[in-house]
C-alpha cells in the first residue's frame, strides 16, 4: 500500500512539472509581459531596466526554476489586466466554481447511478427506454445550448429563475457562499443543472453498460444457482463489482466539472474561475492563465490519486498485485 501510495506520487510529481513548465512556457513565449505592463511613453531604457527587475534576462532554466519556486509558494505574480495578485483572484472566484461543481457532481450522481442501474435491470420497459433517450439527447446537445434553453424558458418565458449572477452571498471566514440565501439557491439552479446534465448522462450510460457486462459475468450465474434473491444478486454483487471500474471514470468526471465549467460560467455570467479564465484570454493575461492551468492540474492530480488509492482498497486483486 505505502509503495503504491509513494509510486502514484511520483507519477503526481511528475505530471506536475510537466503541466508547469507549459505554464512557464505561456510566461516566457506568448507575448512580452513588457509590453503588458507599460505604456506606450516608455523608453527602452525603462523598458530594459523593467525586463532586469522582473528577470527576465536571466537564463531559462534559471527562470523556471525561479517559477517553480514561486508556484509552490502560491505566488503567480499580479494579473496584467486587474493589477492585482493572481492569488487573491483565484481565491475570490474559486468558492463560486466549487460551490457550483459540488452541487453539479451530486446532482449528477445522484440521478445518474439509480438511472444507470434500473435500465440495466430492466431493460425492455418503456422507463428504461425513456431514459436512455433522454440520455442521448443530454450527451449530444451542447452545454452552451442547454444553458440558453434554460434560461429562455426559466428565465425569460416564466420568469422563475435570475438569469445570470450568483445573487447575494454570504462571507464566513473569508469564504464567500450563497447556499444561505434565496437569491444564491436560485441563482444555482440552472447553472448547476446545466453542468450536470451531460455528466450524468455519462453516468448513466456508464452503469449501465458495465453493469450489464457483470450481470453476464460466471460469479453472478453461480450465485443465482445457489438460491440468492435477485435483490442481493443485483445490489450486493453486481452493482458493487459495477462501482468498481466505473470508479475511476466518475473521479476523472468530478475534475471535468470544475476545469471545464467554463462554459457554464460564461452563458450564466457565474463568477468563478472559468469566467476569470475567459476574460485572461481575451485580455492575453498570462499569469491568470498559468495560474489556471495549474491550478486545475492539481485538482486533476489530487482526485486521480485518491481514486487511485480507493480503488486500491476497493478491488482485492490489486492488494494481491502489490504484496
Do not use: C, H
Request: proline residues 3%.
Amino acid at each position: 500500500m505505502v509503495f503504491f501510495v509513494l509510486k502514484r506520487l511520483a507519477q503526481s510529481v511528475l505530471v506536475m512539472l510537466v503541466v508547469a513548465l507549459i505554464a512557464f512556457a505561456l510566461f516566457r513565449y506568448v507575448g512580452d509581459p513588457v509590453n503588458n505592463m507599460v505604456g506606450q511613453d516608455t523608453t527602452l531604457e525603462q523598458r530594459e531596466q523593467l525586463r532586469d527587475e522582473l528577470g527576465l534576462n536571466d537564463a531559462v532554466f534559471v527562470q523556471f526554476g525561479r517559477f517553480i519556486g514561486n508556484a509552490v509558494q502560491g505566488n503567480f505574480g499580479q494579473s496584467y489586466r486587474l493589477r492585482e495578485p493572481v492569488t487573491d483572484l483565484l481565491a475570490q472566484r474559486f468558492p463560486a466554481t466549487f460551490e457550483l461543481s459540488v452541487v453539479s457532481a451530486i446532482l449528477a450522481l445522484a440521478i445518474g447511478i439509480p438511472m444507470g442501474v434500473y435500465t440495466a435491470l430492466n431493460r425492455r420497459s418503456i422507463l428504461s427506454r425513456s431514459f436512455m433517450t433522454l440520455s442521448l439527447v443530454g450527451i449530444s446537445l451542447p452545454t452552451f445550448l442547454i444553458g440558453i434553453l434554460l434560461i429562455l424558458i426559466f428565465g425569460v418565458i416564466l420568469r422563475w429563475l435570475p438569469t445570470f449572477g450568483r445573487g447575494d452571498v454570504v462571507s464566513i471566514g473569508g469564504w464567500t457562499t450563497g447556499f444561505l440565501t434565496k437569491s444564491g439557491l436560485e441563482s444555482l439552479i440552472m447553472p448547476a443543472i446545466t453542468l450536470a446534465i451531460f455528466q450524468m448522462t455519462l453516468v448513466v450510460r456508464l452503469i449501465r453498460a458495465e453493469m450489464l457486462e457483470v450481470l453476464r459475468a460466471d460469479y453472478v450465474k453461480f450465485a443465482r444457482a445457489r438460491g440468492l434473491t435477485s435483490r442481493t444478486i443485483n445490489f450486493s454483487i453486481a452493482l458493487k463489482n459495477t462501482l468498481v471500474p466505473v470508479m475511476t471514470i466518475i473521479g476523472l468526471q468530478i475534475g471535468s466539472i470544475i476545469a471545464f465549467a467554463i462554459i457554464t460560467e460564461s452563458v450564466f455570467q457565474w463568477p468563478g474561475m472559468g469566467l476569470l479564465f475567459i476574460q485572461a484570454i481575451q485580455n492575453v493575461d498570462i499569469p491568470v492563465m498559468a495560474a489556471y492551468l495549474l491550478l486545475i492540474a492539481f485538482i486533476f492530480v489530487v482526485i486521480n490519486l485518491v481514486v487511485d488509492v480507493l480503488y486500491f482498497v476497493v478491488d482485492p486483486r490489486l492488494r494481491v498485485q502489490g504484496r
